[in-house]
């Protein structure tokens, strides 16, 4: 069980820096809420935001990351370091033109890309013209952010996460100065997030420089592009672009369909989906990261004996977390935006709108947490065509789902043959109308789908595999996440969070009761009840107070 504990180890420090990751990142959002709201502008900086990031997490975290950490660790397990480092210039050279290539391109396509992304906006030319501005100034953070995730390939294979971990909170500070010093000086005072994008994006790749310095990584340009590695790696990446990063591209769909729905529905649900990513990140991404480089390192031993173990012990952690995680943002969804959003521009309507969109949102945490651990043993096993397979049936099922519950839309004149096509399909299948709460939900049931088909294959493929332990955890911390909720329901209920007399000290100081006395409550349930997975997360939970001591006495 060695790399059990390298795996608890290594999500601690992941956990820890993330952690600080979605604090800061929260912190930009409730800046941009406070300036722009969920207003029309808004929804132009977060649809042209959404293109680079989602290109970033198909060429960089869906694919490139986990396409090269298996190929990295089996050299580095097999041939040695040197020839590792060798193969690691090669890919950075590869990938750096590759990038470069690719930035030039969007650019240049920026108006179709945006088009394409958010049809609805096409109605409004002024909205429209304006994300087809931020898309292009902000589509270099692709070249420098991939080569990010390229880092963190090599570094996590070394087993060092704390600088890929903590790069994030540079792009969110830099987001945060430049909102505040020079939006106030800027004609369109969106443009502002454009330029912290930019900026945020080449600090973390100047961040990870000297760490991977340390290591005895020294960067000369290597055009040995024929190497039997590098096109093992390609080959790994061509199905890794769709099947890693399912859930983002199912997100985008929303996007897509949201551009269609009444203004306001495209920050809703992007507001949503942050705070979303804070458990998630802070949590399943930590294991996640940690996770990938001892399954390839184990699968690179050929000890499947101990893989499964890992795996086993991994996805039961995901249930200690995720299921409480779920019930409390389904609980706290108004109080947290009334309390961290709703001033300024951001108001007692978008704060409904945000919280109805998380709710719905939250219940797809489970199948996502699961997804970021299963799909990195197919990886770790250079097998790339099942989760392709398994992410084209749950993109499907996502696209119709959003159509049959966000209600029937109207095309009314617009020229735009894909919202004429969309307009026509939802007329057919629409069955509920919750207009974004649809398209969060539809969310929420892909990725669950996503996970179970995932695992279902990955037990007929390691069998023997102790599905029932999973399911006897999911069942008894489902059981104790739902005895925590009741009472923190029946207290938030009672508070009216949005109205004109709301107290930010009284109602912040009954948050903060709901937050504790959920965490004791479960704690508390865990351990009377004897949950298998308390002395592990206890282990984690003290390691992550420990450096938080550190650093604030």
Known sequence: MEEVGRITRAAGVVGFFTL???????????VVGYLFGAQGVADAFFVAFRIPNLLRRLTAEGALT???????????????????????????????????????????????????????FRADGEKFALTVF?????????????????????????????????????????????????????????IALGYGVVIGGATQLLLQIPYLSRQGFTYAPDYHFTDPALKRLLLLMGPMLFGAAVYQINVLVS????????????????YADRLLQ??????????????????????ARKEIAELKAGLSYSLRLVNFISLPATLGLMVVSVPVFSL??????????????????????????????????????????????????????????????SLALMGEISSGSDPN?????????SGGIAIFSLSHGGLALATAISATFNFLALLWILRRRLRPFPLT????????????????????????????WVGAERSLWWHGAIFLSLLGLGTVLYLALSRLLRSPEWPVVREIGLKISGRLLKIFV
């Open 20 to 30: 600080l990751s979605r604090l800061t990142g929260l912190l930009r959002d409730m």
């Open 66 to 120: 986990a396409g090269f950490i298996p190929i990295f660790t089996d050299y580095l397990t097999n041939r040695g370091k040197d020839e590792a480092m060798r193969i690691a210039r090669i890919v950075f050279t590869f990938a750096g033109l590759f990038l470069g290539l690719l930035t030039l391109l969007g650019i240049f396509f920026a108006a179709p890309l945006t088009e394409l992304f958010a049809p609805g």
């Open 134 to 190: 931020l898309t292009r100034l902000m589509f270099p953070y692709v070249f420098f952010v991939s080569l990010v995730a390229l880092a963190m390939g090599v570094l996590n294979s070394l087993r060092h996460f704390m600088a890929p971990a903590l790069s994030p909170v540079l792009l969110n500070l830099s987001i945060v100065l430049c909102a505040l010093l020079f939006a106030p000086f800027l004609d369109r005072p969106v």
């Open 255 to 270: 996007t897509i369909l949201a551009s269609l729905l009444p203004e306001g529905s495209v920050s809703y649900l992007y």
């Open 278 to 299: 804070f458990p998630l990140g802070i949590f399943a991404v930590a294991l996640g990261t940690a996770a990938l480089p001892s399954f390839s390192s184990l699968v």
């Open 340 to 401: 961290l959003f709703q001033r300024g521009a951001f108001d007692a309507a978008a704060t409904l709108g945000t919280a109805r969109a998380l709710i719905y949102f939250s219940l797809g945490l489970w199948g996502v947490s699961g997804t970021r651990l299963v799909v990195p043993v197919f990886y770790a096993m250079e097998d790339t065509r099942t989760p392709v397979w398994v992410a084209s049936w749950s993109f499907a099922l996502n696209f119709v789902c």
């Open 417 to 425: 043959l894909l919202t004429r096509m969309i307009a026509t399909a």
């Open 469 to 496: 332990d999973f399911f006897f955890s999911f069942r008894h911390n489902l059981f104790n996440a739902l005895l925590m909720a009741l009472p923190l329901l029946l207290i938030a209920r009672s508070v009216d």
